[in-house]
């Protein structure tokens, strides 16, 4: 089946700094991308998305990269800001199902003050 | 724009009993997905309901089944609880199948 990785579990930033969180996909047909956010106690709520036709997104304060050639995608905030920890989750969908998306472990993200 | 609800917020169950978790899709959305995320685990999918029709399973036993009514909410039925099915239920709606998903709140389920 599908798995969807991501390299670090922990990340820990400065406010202020700018954050990279990564993750790898495994199935090259994989076309479609979203990053999620998960606080504590609740759902996961829509950061951004990528379509296989293109390597860089951007949205307000988040980039996010994809690089087709390794299978990797990241996803980068800048000016990181205490609301910004939580745990952060990649998930793909690709043309074999149409439907389901598969989701990554998660990487959680703690901004130092 | 009313977003996606779930209920109940929180459920405690015992071995071999049976649940139903209900979700509300947010306005105009077609396509319902359900997911349950173990604690410190990614949501793994376990079903879609497109337009009142199963549309895609993942890797989940029988006893894991759905509905979807005709205003798109729905509803999960987990017959035949084990302890293993405590989690976090995850209902998400879209415009469609291939389309960013919406997440609900979600309902925390125990199974004793």
């Known amino acids: 089946g599908e798995s969807v990785g991501l390299h670090l579990p922990t990340l820990s930033v400065q406010e202020g700094d700018n954050s990279i969180i990564n993750c790898a996909y495994s199935n090259s047909a994989s076309d479609y991308f979203i990053w999620y956010k998960q606080e504590s106690g609740k759902g996961p709520q829509f950061i951004i998305d990528?379509?296989?036709?293109?390597d860089k997104r951007q949205g307000q304060r988040v980039t996010v990269l994809l690089n087709k050639t390794v299978k990797h995608l990241s996803l980068q905030i800048a000016a990181t800001q205490p609301g910004d920890s939580a745990v952060y989750f990649c998930a793909d969908i690709y043309a074999n199902t149409g439907n389901q998306f598969y989701f990554g472990t998660g990487t959680s993200l703690t901004v130092i003050p | 724009e009313t977003g996606v609800t779930q209920s109940p917020t929180h459920l405690i169950k015992t071995r071999g009993q049976q649940v139903t978790l209900r979700c509300s899709s947010q306005s105009g959305h077609n396509t319902v997905s359900w997911y349950q995320q173990a604690l410190g685990q990614g949501p793994q999918f376990i079903f879609q309901y497109y337009r009142e029709e199963e549309n895609g399973r993942g890797n989940f036993p029988p006893r894991f089944s759905g509905l979807q009514f005709p205003n798109y909410s729905s509803e999960l039925n987990v017959n035949a609880l084990e302890l293993d099915d405590s989690a976090l239920y995850l209902c998400?709606?879209?415009?469609?199948?291939?389309?960013?998903?919406?997440f609900g709140p979600g309902t925390r389920l125990t199974v004793l």
């Open positions: 990528i379509r296989s036709n293109m």
């Open positions: 998400a709606s879209s415009l469609d199948s291939y389309n960013e998903q919406f």
